[in-house]
């Protein structure tokens, strides 16, 4: 059974750094893109960034020059490195294998201005 498990969230002031991680269990993960989301009360999910199989990555425009999607394969880990936080970016963070469908139980971000 594959289980993606975020951590990493947390409540920090704004212009602060967080590092997110998605820890994948079992071998799907060395195939497959991973994605993060966000969403916030009210509102929908809303995508953050990629990262492909192969490592490239793109990026919604909101956190384009702030936000750095990675992966390690042997660690079967992907992870979100945001910097420069906004109050804006606060919501709870998923990571996703979007191509099965699967997500994580997600992760707090708060960020206070």
């Known amino acids: 059974q594959v289980r993606l498990v975020e951590s990493g969230g947390g409540s920090v002031q704004a212009g602060e750094s967080l590092r997110l991680s998605c820890a994948v269990s079992?071998?799907?993960?060395?195939?497959?893109?991973m994605a993060w989301y966000r969403q916030v009360p009210r509102q929908q999910r809303e995508f953050v960034a990629r990262?492909?199989?192969?490592?490239?990555?793109d990026y919604a425009d909101s956190v384009k020059g702030r936000f750095t999607v990675s992966r390690d394969d042997a660690r079967n880990t992907a992870y979100l490195q945001m910097n420069s936080l906004k109050p804006e970016d606060t919501g709870v963070y998923y990571c996703?294998?979007?191509?099965?469908?699967?997500w994580g139980q997600g992760t707090q971000v708060t960020v206070s201005s």
């Open positions: 990262v492909s199989a192969g490592g490239n990555s």
């Open positions: 079992g071998s799907i993960f060395r195939g497959a893109a």
């Open positions: 996703s294998l979007e191509a099965y469908d699967m």
